[in-house]
């Protein structure tokens, strides 16, 4: 009698960064540091009176310094408030993106910052709110109200990728028509409003970082929390049940953190988006999809290019400045179509 050997089972290959020896993953994280140190050196050297590392040294830590009032007053504030705000997007984006199976999801994309936006313009136009205290309430409370509602309109638990990314748009687009008309019918109002809803790091104070610091940090923290349930949960839910996470609690655990991260950076320097659809894709190239490795990254990475972008808004039009969201939509632009284009051919 004949018999057939089967042929033996060859295990899934995996992903070529998460084969890198762990020497290669601490260099790139050292690499990460350095440019992170350099974004901060440039964002408080660079402006309309460059200083050279040494006057920022002195400007920093000498009182006596001729640079110590413009580093304390204006560098400094604006410098911190994009290490926040970058770190919030960034680790927003990659809590979504894992959250959602989406590879495209980014919290402006998907309509969160817009509801932050929304919240805080109505705010701002219709109760007289102009401090960042009043703004941040109602930029959680427009974020939570899009994140929700996004995941119910997106399918809830039966969500795919491409409703979430429809349901998205559709509130994206439907919540900056409504910022853009209440600009126009309360022109009181439009000045206020009109550098904050193209975001901008140009009016950070001191204790606007002092306020919106502690909910990034909490946002952090969480984010940190969630890397492994969420792996789990990219197993599927069962695995992610019977390696102990609670699918329930960990989307809803996700859903408060992204509004705790995404209302805190909106509700400081405005809507800025491609900051959480970026920084991931390029760490995850590093690190693999292991959140554990690509959260922490993140949180390096995203305020590194928050501050380049701004540095680069800074020069590009002097003696003029383009706010730093204007340049992450003309650079993440280009870096979405190709996210696109790549995820259409791996379907095809």
């Not at 050997?5 to 890198?20: F, H, L, N, Q």
């Not at 509130?171 to 409504?178: D, P, Q, T």
């Not at 969480?222 to 699918?247: K, Q, S, T």
Request: glycine share 10%; net charge positive; with cysteine.
């Amino acid at each position: 009698m004949l018999t057939t050997k089967s042929p033996p089972v060859t295990p899934p290959a995996e992903p070529a960064a998460a084969r890198r020896p762990q020497g290669a993953r601490w260099a790139a994280g050292l690499v990460g540091a350095l440019l992170l140190l350099a974004a901060v050196v440039l964002s408080l050297g660079v402006g309309a009176k460059p200083l050279p590392p040494g006057q920022v040294w002195d400007g920093l830590f000498h009182a006596d310094s001729a640079a110590y009032t413009l580093v304390h007053e204006m560098r400094l504030p604006r410098t911190l408030l994009g290490l926040l705000a970058g770190t919030a997007l960034g680790l927003a984006g990659a809590v979504m993106q894992s959250l959602t199976r989406n590879p495209l999801a980014d919290p402006g994309l998907l309509g969160i910052n817009a509801g932050a936006a929304a919240a805080v313009v109505s705010a701002i136009s219709f109760l007289g709110v102009t401090s960042f205290t009043g703004f941040v309430w109602f930029a959680f409370a427009g974020a939570g109200a899009v994140a929700v509602l996004l995941y119910a309109v997106g399918g809830g638990r039966a969500a795919t990728p491409a409703r979430l990314a429809l349901a998205g748009s559709a509130l994206n687009a439907a919540l900056f028509s409504y910022v853009s008309a209440v600009q126009l019918l309360d022109t009181a109002s439009l000045d206020r409003m009109r550098f904050w809803t193209v975001g901008s790091l140009a009016s950070a104070q001191g204790y606007t970082v002092v306020r919106v610091a502690p909910f990034v940090l909490v946002g952090l923290v969480a984010a940190l929390l969630l890397a492994r349930p969420l792996n789990a949960m990219a197993m599927g839910e069962d695995a992610a049940r019977a390696l102990g996470a609670d699918p329930g609690r960990v989307r809803i655990t996700a859903i408060v953190t992204v509004t705790l991260l995404c209302g805190a950076a909106t509700a400081a320097c405005g809507p800025i988006i491609f900051v959480g659809l970026m920084v991931p894709h390029l760490v995850s190239a590093l690190t693999g999809p292991d959140l554990r490795r690509l959260i922490p990254f993140c949180a390096v990475l995203s305020p590194a290019l928050m501050l380049a972008a701004d540095v680069f808004g800074r020069v590009v039009v002097r003696p003029s400045e383009l706010q730093v969201g204007v340049v992450m939509v003309v650079a993440g632009g280009p870096v979405f179509l190709y996210f696109v284009r790549r995820a259409g051919r791996s379907r095809s």
